[in-house]
C-alpha cells in the first residue's frame, strides 16, 4: 500500500504538477536539486555533507507523502540555511538555462537521428499533393496586422525593393538560410543585392511573369531596371515543413504510391538539359521528395498521361489521381521525355525500364517522380533510387497552417 500510494503522489507531482498546491511543487524541486547537487558532486564533498542532504531529501519526501504542509514548509527553509551556502548548491539562472538548451538539443538530435527528421520542401515539384515555395505578385503591401496573420498561417513574407539607380541583373542564386529555409539573393550591375526567402526557381518563374527574365536560342537574357522600378512586390508563402519518419523502414517495406524522402548521394541529379530552367533549382538539393512509383523488379513505362507498371496502369488512388488529370493537378498527367532531347535520360519515349531487384538490400532499386510532372527533376531524368539513398516516409505536414496540414498520403 504505501508503494502504490508513493506512486500516486509521484504521478501528481511530476505528472500533474500544474494542479498541485505551490507547497508540494516546492517540495518536490528541494528534493531535486538536493539530488542533482549530490550526484553531480559525489566525488568531492565529504561524507557528512552526503548525509546531510541525503537526511534532508528523505525527511521532505517523507512529510510529502504524508500530505504535511506545515513540515514541508519547514524543511524546505532548513535545507535553504544549511545547505544554501555549500559551494555550487545554488545554481545561477544562466547554468540552468544553458544545461537546459543542451539537454532540449540532444533530445532533438537523438530526435532527429533515429526517429522522426523535419524537412522544408523547396520546389514545386509535388503540387499540390504538398506546396513548395510560392511567389505571388501583390498590388500592394498590407499592413502589419495581415502580415503577422499570413506569417502565422500561411508562413508568409511580404518582399517589396525597388531600383535606386539604372542597373542590370547580373546573376540569381540561392543558398541555405537557418538550416530550414532557403534564401535567393539578386545582384546588380550596381553593387546591389535583393534577398528573397524563396527558392531560385519560384524567384525566376516570378521575374519570367514580369518580363524580366527571357530565354532566347542563344541563352537567358536578365532585365535591366531604371531608378524607381519595382524590382519585386510580391507574397512568398513557405515550403511545406513535414516531419520524416526514419524508423518505418526498419520493420516494414517501402509501399508503392506514398511519399518518401531520400537523399542524392552517387545520383547525378544534372542529367537535364542545362537551359531547362524550369527544373534547375532542383538541382543542387541534398535531400528530395517525390511519390515512391516504381518498386524493386517493376518494369516501367510513362504513356502520356499514364504511369504503365509492368504494362497496367498503376492503380495506387496517389499515382491514379496524377495520371487522371483533374485539377488542381496538371491536365496532361504523367510526361515522358523525347529520347532526342533528353539522350542522356532514365526514362523516355524510347521504351520500358527494369528497376533492379539485387541480392544486396542496399542496391535495391526504386524510382521517385513528382506530382507536378511538369516541374520535376526525377527519376525520369537521373534514374532509380537506390535503397541506401532512403530516408523515410514523409509521414506529417507541420506548418504552415493551410489545407496539408495532417497526415501525409
Known amino acids: 500500500m504505501k508503494y502504490i500510494k508513493s506512486l500516486l503522489f509521484w504521478l501528481l507531482d511530476n505528472a500533474l504538477a500544474w494542479f498541485t498546491p505551490a507547497w508540494r511543487r516546492n517540495g518536490r524541486e528541494a528534493i531535486n536539486t538536493l539530488n542533482r547537487y549530490v550526484n553531480y558532486n ?6 557528512e555533507t552526503i548525509e546531510t542532504c541525503t537526511r534532508h531529501r528523505d525527511d521532505i519526501d517523507a512529510a510529502l507523502l504524508n500530505w504535511d504542509k506545515e513540515n ?8 535553504e540555511v544549511q545547505c544554501g551556502e555549500m559551494p555550487g548548491f545554488k ?5 540552468e538555462m544553458v544545461e537546459s538548451f543542451f539537454v532540449i538539443m ?3 538530435l537523438g530526435l532527429r537521428t533515429y526517429y522522426v527528421q523535419p524537412f522544408r520542401i523547396p520546389t514545386g515539384s509535388m503540387q499540390p499533393s504538398l506546396n513548395g515555395i510560392i511567389v505571388h505578385p501583390v498590388d500592394e503591401i498590407p499592413g502589419m496586422s495581415k502580415r503577422i496573420w499570413d ?13 535606386e539607380t539604372f542597373s542590370t541583373l547580373l546573376t540569381i542564386e540561392d543558398h541555405p538560410k537557418w538550416l530550414l529555409f ?22 525566376m518563374q516570378y521575374l519570367k511573369e514580369q518580363g524580366k527574365f527571357t530565354e532566347t536560342p542563344t541563352g537567358i537574357r536578365l532585365g535591366t531596371y531604371r531608378p524607381g522600378d519595382t524590382i519585386i512586390r510580391a507574397r512568398v508563402d513557405a515550403g511545406d515543413m513535414i516531419l520524416v519518419n526514419r524508423m518505418a523502414y526498419h520493420f516494414r517495406k517501402p509501399k508503392r504510391g506514398e511519399t518518401f524522402v531520400f537523399d542524392t548521394r552517387d545520383i547525378n541529379t544534372s542529367m537535364q538539359p542545362p537551359s531547362d530552367v524550369q527544373t534547375g533549382d532542383q538541382q543542387a538539393g541534398t535531400h528530395y521528395i517525390k511519390r515512391l512509383c516504381g518498386l524493386p523488379g517493376d518494369t516501367m513505362q510513362i504513356t502520356t498521361p499514364f504511369l504503365l507498371i509492368n504494362g497496367k496502369a498503376a492503380e495506387e488512388a496517389t499515382i491514379a489521381r496524377v495520371a487522371a488529370g483533374r485539377a488542381p493537378y496538371n491536365k496532361e498527367g504523367y ?6 532531347r533528353n539522350p542522356l535520360a532514365f526514362m523516355t519515349d524510347k521504351g520500358p525500364v527494369h528497376l533492379q531487384n539485387t541480392t544486396d538490400p542496399n542496391m535495391r532499386e526504386y524510382a521517385a517522380l513528382g506530382d507536378n510532372t511538369t516541374n520535376s527533376l526525377d527519376s525520369r531524368y537521373w534514374g532509380p533510387v537506390r535503397q541506401f539513398n532512403i530516408i523515410g516516409p514523409a509521414s506529417f505536414a507541420l506548418w504552415p497552417f493551410t489545407e496539408h496540414w495532417g497526415n501525409i498520403e
Open 106 to 108: 540532444v533530445i532533438f
Open 72 to 79: 514541508t514548509t519547514r524543511l524546505i527553509k532548513l535545507v
Open 151 to 163: 506569417m502565422i498561417t500561411l508562413g508568409s513574407a511580404y518582399v517589396e525593393a525597388k531600383a
Open 335 to 340: 510526361q515522358s521525355l523525347e529520347r532526342r
Open 42 to 47: 559525489r566525488h568531492t564533498l565529504p561524507p
Open 182 to 203: 532557403t534564401e535567393t539573393t539578386l545582384t546588380f550591375s550596381d553593387g546591389s543585392k535583393v534577398n528573397i526567402p524563396s527558392a531560385k526557381g519560384a524567384v
Open 91 to 95: 545554481r545561477g539562472a544562466v547554468v
